[in-house]
Structure formats: C-alpha cells, structure tokens
Nanobody, 128 residues
C-alpha cells in the first residue's frame, strides 16, 4: 500500500540546519507531486514547499523562502527538505504528502484536500 515515512527531525539550535527525508513506497513516486507541510501546537497544518511531478516546478511558503530547499530522487523514492538558518518559529511536526492525482503542478496554495497520502510526521524543534 501507499506509504510515506519521514525522518531526520530533531532538536537544533537557532541558525542550525536539518535535512528531512521522505521515503515513499507502494506507488510510482515520479507520477506524483509531493509537498511538505508542518503543524505547530495550536496551529493549523500549513504548506511549506511543493515539488511538481510534471515539470519539477517548486513553490515555497514565504516564511521559508531562501532558507529551505526541496528536492526529489524518483529513482530512490525519496523526497528531501533541506532546512537552513532555522528559527524557533520553524518548530513543528513536519509531514510529507503525495497529491491524490497523478501529474499535477504545484501552485502557491496548499489545499490539504488535494493530498491523499500522508506520512506520520517528524518533530523539528528549534531551541537554544
């Protein structure tokens, strides 16, 4: 069955870096747009970044632009989120998700209803 497993979270000091990984199985990764979301306590889940299965187009939320980098390795069924210059406000559980339809483009909006498969999440804590 479709499975997404995130890893790479942890505790890091402000200004530090982490690399999150999302291991995909049970479906053909190259057909699906993948997004990273995050949810902090008391907040709604928000889109962080998206990478298209059609043209490799990428979107970032304004709050992470210039600090985070999304990439995908379809051959090895992995999607990554490189996070640099981390801030305390980046603290959240980070989720990867696969779009419910094949061959879609990313847009500047992240509608949770468009994403049909989710990982269990990985905790990122930025604190001194």
């Amino acid at each position: 069955q479709v499975q997404l497993v995130e890893s790479g979270g942890g505790l890091v000091q402000p200004g530090g870096s982490l690399r999150l990984s999302c291991a995909a199985s049970g479906f053909i990764l190259e057909y699906y747009t993948i997004a990273w979301f995050r949810q902090a306590p008391g907040n709604e889940r928000e889109g962080v970044s998206c990478i298209s299965s059609v043209d490799g187009g990428i979107y970032y939320a304004d709050s992470v632009k210039g600090r985070f980098t999304i990439s995908r390795d379809n051959y090895n069924y992995q999607v990554y989120l490189e996070m640099n210059s981390l801030k305390p406000e980046d603290t959240a559980v980070y989720y990867c998700a696969a779009h419910k339809d094949i061959r879609t483009y990313c847009s500047g909006t992240y509608d949770l209803a468009d994403f049909g498969s989710w990982g269990q999440g990985t905790q990122v804590t930025v604190s001194s």
